[in-house]
């Protein structure tokens, strides 16, 4: 069975966009899966991880997704990328996605559901990862509608352990308003930007609040990221015998261990 995770978080600067474009990389690099990487934000960050040229693409995830609301044609081909890697695929985005709402003002009450929809026909992957946009709306609650998981990227601060209680509230409401009760947050992962007292505090609280759900693995700080994404590579492409790697791979293989029916709720 397919599995559909949200990386979700609506502060920049989360890591948000770094784990899915990597651990999309390792599913399908390091562990065979077959992985479609769906950019959900305006700001098309994720295609440009991975080394594609979206100003060059023709058709974008706005385009998938105002294909579902004209509806002129019967399943529409995705406007899929091919990555570098023969198993990675990628939907890309651009600040076109950003009027999206506009686009479906006129449709209330399905606004919503279009992203499930529009990938009801992506049957060949085992994983859909979606990078959804730093904030809440009308994408996001698609996002949420059409996954079944949220991986949650976490910086170690006061407001961090707020915004992942303030999921929480969020999934709660999505599963009994929109009657989505497989919806869960499947993996809360903690993230060092510097090793302090403060820091260690936090991560005991995410470990008390989310018990079931928080990753084993603390992502650390490691400036072979950033050279990797300055080079629009990977961290497999371009240390992958580094700790990066290293922090990567365990919270794919997290990903792998757990039962997505076993998250939080």
């Known amino acids: 069975m397919r599995r559909l995770i949200a990386f979700i978080n609506e502060k920049g600067g989360s890591c948000k966009t770094t784990l899915a474009s990597n651990v999309g990389d390792y599913l399908s690099r390091v562990k065979g899966q077959r992985v479609l990487l769906v950019d959900l934000d305006p700001q098309g960050q994720l295609g440009k991880c991975l080394g594609v040229d979206v100003g060059a693409v023709r058709k974008t995830a706005l385009d998938m997704l105002l294909d579902v609301v004209v509806g002129e044609e019967t399943n529409p081909a995705l406007p899929v990328v091919k990555a570098r890697h023969p198993l990675l695929d990628l939907i890309p985005a651009n600040k076109s996605l950003a009027l999206f709402p506009q686009e479906v003002a006129a449709h209330r009450g399905e606004e919503y559901f279009y992203l499930r929809e529009a990938l009801e026909q992506a049957h060949d992957y085992d994983f859909i990862l979606f990078d959804a946009p730093p904030s809440f709306g009308t994408i996001t609650l698609n996002i949420l509608l059409a996954a079944n998981e949220i991986l949650m990227p976490v910086p170690l601060t006061y407001l961090a352990l707020d915004g992942a209680a303030e999921l929480t509230r969020t ?18 992962v903690p993230t060092f930007a510097r090793r302090t007292k403060l820091a260690a505090e936090i991560l005991e609280k995410l470990r008390q609040h989310f018990p079931k759900q928080i990753s084993r693995t603390v992502l650390g700080y490691s400036v072979l990221i950033d050279q990797a994404q300055s080079l629009a590579k990977t961290i497999f492409e371009h240390a992958p015998r580094s700790p990066a790697a290293r922090w990567i791979s365990a919270i794919g293989e997290e990903l792998l261990e757990r039962d997505p029916a076993e998250g939080h709720g």
Do not use: Q
């Not at 999934?171 to 809360?188: K, T």
């Open 171 to 188: 999934v709660e409401m999505v599963r009994s308003r929109f009657g989505h009760p497989a919806l869960r947050i499947s993996l809360v």
